[in-house]
């Protein structure tokens, strides 16, 4: 573990600012990272401040003497990884928000639970991720295409989008493998809007799920934590 937490530490030093304040932290965090600060909140961990920005955490003192540009945070006493806990609060969003008509619409069984996924066609995880969705039973599974891997990428997107059933194309290909192979000159600005949308909300990775409660969790998570998860939203 130790050598865990020292691999992903990083610390920046900085020169030494008598900062009172989270207003003064956060004006100071922004002159030295060139990024506007979201919040800063004490940590409860060594007088650490948490600097949220860009969809990151930061660490600083009062001082802003230092800077912990990439590290995460754990409580010996409860086992918990605070700057991952962290993270999935302050990047939930409003499931309800979602733009849900730039969504293909998978329905299995009653529907009644929900889960979004933005994924990219040509990602490997996004396709072992669609695999193991396939045995879900009783939810609606909103998929925005998010190609951000390849230029083939888009084009497969476009392909599947302009398809006349876009679930069953999107189905063929990430769980069978049979490419796409209809017109891609349909209106497909619900992608851009997707990428745009996607940027906003600083997924830089595919997949990202979020679940009803609007939790984000990134990558092809097992599906036992989907559906504990699935159970846990409702």
């Not at 965090?29 to 060139?34: A, I, K, P, Q, S």
């Not at 230092?66 to 754990?74: F, H, K, N, T």
């Not at 745009?196 to 092809?220: H, K, M, Q």
């Amino acid at each position: 573990m130790l050598k865990k937490l020292l691999a992903l530490a990083c610390v920046v030093l900085a020169s030494p600012l008598f900062a009172a304040t989270e207003d003064d932290i956060s004006k100071a965090m922004e002159g030295y990272l060139g990024i506007k600060i979201e919040s800063v909140v004490k940590a409860g961990y060594f007088g650490l401040y948490e600097v949220y920005a860009d969809g990151n955490i930061f660490y600083t003192d009062e001082k802003v003497s230092a800077i912990m540009v990439r590290g995460e945070l754990y409580d010996p006493r409860s086992k918990k990884n605070v700057t991952e806990e962290r993270l999935l609060k302050l990047t939930a969003i409003r499931f309800g928000d979602l733009p849900f008509a730039q969504a293909i619409k998978l329905v299995r069984g009653d529907g009644k639970r929900q889960l979004a996924s933005f994924e990219d066609p040509n990602c490997g995880y996004c396709k072992r991720l669609a695999r193991e969705l396939q045995k879900l039973d009783n939810v609606t599974i909103h998929v925005f295409l998010y190609p951000i891997l390849s230029e083939d990428s888009l084009r497969k997107s476009r392909q599947i989008w302009c398809s006349a059933d876009r679930a069953k194309a999107w189905t063929d290909w990430m769980v069978d493998g049979k490419e796409p192979s209809g017109r891609e000159d349909c209106d497909t600005s619900a992608l851009t809007r997707n990428q745009a949308y996607g940027r906003r909300l600083n997924i830089s990775g595919t997949p990202t799920l979020f679940f009803a409660d609007g939790e984000r969790v990134p990558g092809a998570i097992p599906l036992a934590r989907i559906e504990q998860k699935l159970t846990q939203a409702r």
